[in-house]
């Protein structure tokens, strides 16, 4: 029997929480939303870096409309000259007869930056940009987290919208329950302790 977490099955709309433990410097403290999920591979954005670039200056028809703060997000190490749109559609919008999106997981989708944000706007609750993002090859997933170095959970549609100033690493851990929630309390540096 493995640790909380270690049988989730990895899946769109999941999210990997990087453990306590993972010390690679684009994954620290990080939390991860899974797009796409194949036995080829997996793609995912970091949902907790913002950068201090701001969306309205390399995408300046989509930079008033994205949720604050209104930054580019570092999607993960993988092509970040590529921005990505991840939109929260809003209740009762159905993916499917939006143009220019593509679902991912419940209301979470992709948006096409090459669209025209207007006629998706009144049918969305919140868009974040992101440059770059985290890819896996084939098995190489399923091997960090059988690893332990991921722990995961099912994600939320306000995961992907999270706030400024809102620590989502530690608020993602506490909301999972015993004894997984523990390590939410985790020391950003262990040598202080």
Not at 79 to 106: F, I, M, N, W
Not at 110 to 126: A, I, K, M, T, Y
């Amino acid at each position: 029997m493995g640790p909380v977490g270690a049988d989730a099955e990895v899946e769109p709309g999941s999210l990997l929480v990087a453990a306590p433990t993972l010390n690679d410097s684009n994954f620290r403290r990080t939390v991860v939303y899974v797009i796409d999920h194949r036995g080829e591979g997996s793609l995912g954005v970091v949902l907790n870096r913002p950068s201090e670039v701001a969306v309205h200056d390399v995408l300046p028809a989509w930079g008033p409309h994205v949720s604050r703060p209104q930054a580019v997000f570092i999607g993960g190490p993988v092509e970040q000259k590529t921005a990505l749109c991840l939109a929260a559609l809003r209740p009762g919008e159905d993916h499917r007869s939006l143009d220019g999106v593509v679902g991912v997981h419940g209301p979470v989708a992709l948006v096409d930056l090459d669209s025209e944000p207007e006629s998706l706007l009144p049918r969305v609750r919140g868009l974040r940009v992101f440059a770059g993002y985290a890819g896996w090859g084939e098995g190489q997933l399923e091997g960090e987290v059988e690893r332990e170095d991921w722990i995961v959970v099912p994600g939320l549609p306000d995961d992907v919208l999270s706030p400024p100033g809102v620590d989502l690493w530690g608020r993602v851990l506490r909301r999972q329950g015993m004894p997984t929630a523990l390590l939410a309390t985790y020391p950003e540096d262990v040598r202080r302790n």
